[in-house]
């Protein structure tokens, strides 16, 4: 059985439209869906990316279009699965108002997720360092114990911190470590730029 198409959107970045996505749709014999979901950059070469999702819809959807609802509300509950703002195209089962409702649901959710993270995360030791040493320090809507700051080095990235597991890393500077690490390596940076 061939997916049939779901919805088409745009993805805005800093008010350039930068990627777009289609989604397509089959459930398969576990009434599970199928999602095929393709992404075409807009500013160079015509390269599409495809990736097959599979979602299980809950009890509480009672038939096609709840349960295509709730994939989409879930999919934008997801901060990693845009590369900008969505801005909607066309479908066939969807309205333009429709799909922003959809859309303002998984925001809430990132949100609602993100500030029971930052109520959970504030007292944490890794936490409080940071903001002390003005890392700024905000909930990742990855898991309910991830965090971003900015990096000790100065440099434009981050480093991503786990209050469950009380550890930090950064990939670009090849450091991690818990506590005692980010000191030290603060510590040293401040040595160092003392010494010059």
């Known amino acids: 059985m061939e997916h049939k198409h779901l919805v088409t959107f745009e993805q805005d970045f800093i008010s350039i439209r930068c990627y777009e996505t289609s989604l ?6 576990q009434n599970e869906l199928s999602i095929l979901k393709s992404d075409c950059y807009l500013l160079g070469s015509s ?11 809950d009890n509480s959807c009672t038939d096609d279009i709840a349960s295509l609802k709730s994939f989409l509300i879930e999919f934008f509950s997801y901060s990693g699965n845009c590369f900008g703002y969505p801005v909607y195209s066309y479908s066939e089962l969807f309205t333009e108002d429709e799909f922003n409702q ?3 649901k ?19 030791p890794l936490i409080r360092y940071c903001e002390e ?8 809507d990855q898991t309910a114990h991830s965090w971003r700051a900015n990096c000790p080095s100065g440099r434009a990235h981050s480093i991503e911190i786990s209050t469950s597991t009380g550890t930090w890393g950064c990939g ?8 005692e690490e980010l000191k030290g390596w603060i510590d040293n940076k401040t040595l160092n730029f003392n010494l010059k």
């Open 24 to 29: 397509y749709y089959r459930f398969n014999a």
């Open 47 to 57: 390269k599409k990316e495809k990736e097959t999702i599979l979602f299980t819809p």
């Open 102 to 104: 959809l859309l303002r």
């Open 106 to 124: 998984g925001i809430d959710n990132i949100n609602n997720q993100k500030n029971k993270i930052k109520e959970s995360g504030q007292g944490h």
């Open 133 to 140: 040493q003005k890392l700024y320090p905000i909930p990742f």
């Open 172 to 179: 670009y500077c090849a450091k991690k470590g818990g506590l």
